[in-house]
């Protein structure tokens, strides 16, 4: 059976002092991987537009 006597939303499984664990989208918004990402995407992008158009 599920327990409902949580259902507030203002309470918070966090200690008071302790921040909650971040998650995938905030390591994404992070400016040193999406520049990472973005280089990793133009070298993917430059090596299929040579092989559809130059080879």
């Given amino acids: 059976m599920l327990d409902t006597t949580r259902l507030d939303p203002t309470e918070s499984d966090a200690a008071p002092g302790r921040e909650e664990p971040r998650g995938c989208l905030f390591a994404l918004s992070q400016p040193p991987l999406m520049i990472f ?19």
Avoid: K, N, T
Wanted: aromatic share 0%; glycine share 10%; proline share 0%.
């Fill in 37 to 55: 990402l973005a280089v990793i995407g133009c070298l993917l992008l430059v090596g299929a537009l040579h092989d559809l158009l130059l080879l």
